[in-house]
């Protein structure tokens, strides 16, 4: 082998090599933070199974999906975005699980240039869509949405004054605001407001002060299995009127934890929940049953859980907009891709999904209608659709 020859293979070899990073960072990064430990656990659970169903290819790209656990923890959710951003150098951050973490963790977006879905609850995380929040959308049902229904439902059921025991945190607050507007449009007076903490372990002294109102009806606004916590207490106390949950309450592990105490009481929650028993024209009940069936495929009849669908839905949400983002000329892992990735987030239409049909824009980074609700009690231990609202 003469000299000349060896030299060209070995620049030949060179290039080769040095095209590989490329190959990589063409590669589409998808960072996930969730509460797979803590309080919201049986949230982020599901959540975090649920990225094993999502495809590892779209638009012909490859995809990496890279899973961190925060733990139910707002400084942790913060450094884990922080990771996936400036180590990961990911194109999309998908959550997390619960509302404060997932205001923390916009800024770090907007900061960085990365879009984010979170599959937390919250108007404030995604309206209106100025500074932070032009990079962030979510999956879940604005709290506006879900308290318009809860009004309706306590006309119908004659309930004139209400009680409201809610998280101490953005989540309560949200709630707190938004079933004050909706309960005061309808004549409704709100007589007694508590909060407590995620951790807490015992809330009788909230709960006693809410009786001694006598209120026709009782709001809990919490998410996961502690809001069978106030709901257990209010049973026991031998309270008689209607106990109505968010639809952060709609979890199988709380029908485990709460058991016959969770028997009565009424959510509005999406249509995921009771997809089976939605009539066949509903335009969700199709893509709620292909989730459900693709999670039990993997984790048995019964498993499926609402919290799982809305990460389900943020992935339907990035299928439908990766090829747009492709199609400007951007490449993966690119300040450029992420931006072009961001814009075509916003024109997500009319995209049915597990839990709704999503219709996003310059001013709308949730996308849910009337079709992302339904209104459910518990009776007997199951969940049962309740048509008419």
Known sequence: ?????????????????????????????????????????????????????LPTEIGGQSVQYIVLDDATDTTQAVKNIRKLTAEDQVDVVLGTSVMPGSLAMSDVAAETGTPMISVAAGTKLVQPVDGPR?????????????????????????????GFIGFSDAYGDGWAQEMKAAADAKGIEFVAEERFARPDTSVTGQIL????????GILI????????????????RGYKGQIYQTHGA??????????KACDGMILP??????????????????????????????????????????????????????PRALETGAKPGTPEFRAALRDS???????????????????????MDERGRVLVQVVDGKWTYMPGF
């Open 269 to 322: 929650a999406g249509p995921l929940l009771v997809a089976a028993q939605l009539p066949d024209d509903n335009p969700v009940k199709a893509s709620a049953l292909k989730y459900t069936k693709a999670y039990e495929d993997v984790h048995g009849a019964g498993t499926i859980n609402t919290f799982g669908g809305h990460m389900w839905d943020a992935g339907q949400l990035i299928i439908d907009a990766i």
């Open 1 to 53: 082998m003469t000299f000349t020859r060896f030299f060209r293979m070995s620049l030949g070899a060179a290039a080769l090599l040095a095209a590989l990073p490329l190959a990589v960072s063409a590669q589409i990064k998808v960072g996930v933070t969730v509460s797979a430990t803590g309080p919201a656990a049986s949230l982020g659970i599901p959540e975090r199974d649920t990225i094993n169903l």
């Open 250 to 259: 709609a979890n199988n592990d709380v029908l485990r934890v709460c058991g």
């Open 134 to 162: 032009k990079w962030v959308f979510k999956t879940t049902q604005n709290d506006v949405l879900m308290a318009n229904v809860l009004a309706d439902a306590m006309v119908k059921q004659g309930v004139k004054t209400l």
């Open 221 to 236: 606004a919490a998410s996961g299995t502690p809001v069978a916590l106030p709901q257990r207490e209010l049973v026991e």
């Open 345 to 367: 987030l916003e024109q997500v239409k009319e995209l049915p999904a597990s839990q709704g049909v999503f219709n996003m824009s310059e001013t709308e980074h949730a996308g």
């Open 209 to 216: 002060k809410l009786l001694s109102k006598q209120p026709d």
